[in-house]
């Protein structure tokens, strides 16, 4: 089974267009992640959620807005998609509040924006 | 800014040869992990070693932590050419309301059979 599963795989559309990128984890965790990573693999994080409570908000366009409808599932809307919003973007999760635990990563979304 | 950088960028060996890869970081820590990333895949952890700790082994895994340094470095013994992939460590910050961590820019390791 698949600890952290992440649709779509692939996702191609054009500047302007919403999105959603959806994650789900079965371990369990009560915290779950969304990083970016960009073309030169420089991983960032975006949101960290706990029990579905917002605990990390990095420096992130308000166009990106998490959605946790419960502490399973950790979904990522995108509005107004631009270029540079290209990359792969990550869901992960972990058993700790505070993210020192090890993380499970999914196994990315490659989003194209046109 | 980017808390932990990996050294080298890029690293070519022949199987069975040892890679060692090293990261430094800034600030105090409470843990430091290392991720492995094959291509196109997501990211895998690979060990965790806590400030108070000098060395940890799994399997063909070795790390070693100097915090009055601030940095690590991973060792892989009698590499194979599954362990072509990109490295990462990442930094789990200490102190109060440090609930993330931070990723470095990665390694990437090619073994050649």
């Known amino acids: 089974d698949t600890a952290v599963s992440q649709t779509p795989k692939y996702l191609v559309t054009q500047m302007g267009n919403d999105k959603s990128i959806k994650c789900e984890q079965n371990?369990?965790?009560?915290?779950m992640y969304w990083y970016k990573q960009d073309s030169k693999k420089f991983l960032k994080i975006m949101f960290s959620?706990?029990?579905?409570?917002?605990?990390i908000n990095e420096t992130v366009p308000n166009r990106f807005s998490p959605k946790s409808p419960d502490k399973a599932h950790l979904n990522l809307h995108i509005n107004s998609l631009e270029l540079g919003d290209s990359a792969v973007y990550f869901c992960?999760?972990?058993?700790?509040?505070?993210?020192?635990?090890?993380?499970?990563f999914g196994p990315g979304t490659r989003l194209t924006v046109l | 800014s980017q808390q932990g950088e990996e050294d080298p960028q890029a690293l070519s060996i022949q199987e069975g040869e040892n890679a060692t890869m090293n990261c430094s970081y800034k600030?105090?820590?409470?843990?430091l992990q290392w991720y492995r990333q094959n291509s196109g895949r997501g990211l895998v952890h690979l060990i965790l070693?806590?400030?108070?700790?000098r060395e940890k082994h799994s399997g063909r895994l070795r790390v070693t932590l100097d915090t009055s340094k601030k940095s690590s470095s991973l060792l892989i013994t009698a590499s194979r050419a599954a362990d072509t992939a990109s490295y990462f460590c990442?930094?789990?910050?200490?102190?109060?309301?440090?609930?993330?961590?931070?990723f470095g820019k990665g390694t990437k390791l090619s073994v050649i059979p």
């Open positions: 992960a999760s972990s058993s700790q509040r505070e993210g020192l635990d090890e993380q499970f």
């Open positions: 371990l369990g965790h009560d915290t």
């Open positions: 959620y706990n029990n579905k409570e917002l605990i």
């Open positions: 600030t105090s820590i409470n843990n």
């Open positions: 070693i806590r400030s108070n700790e």
């Open positions: 990442a930094t789990a910050l200490s102190g109060a309301g440090s609930y993330q961590l931070t």
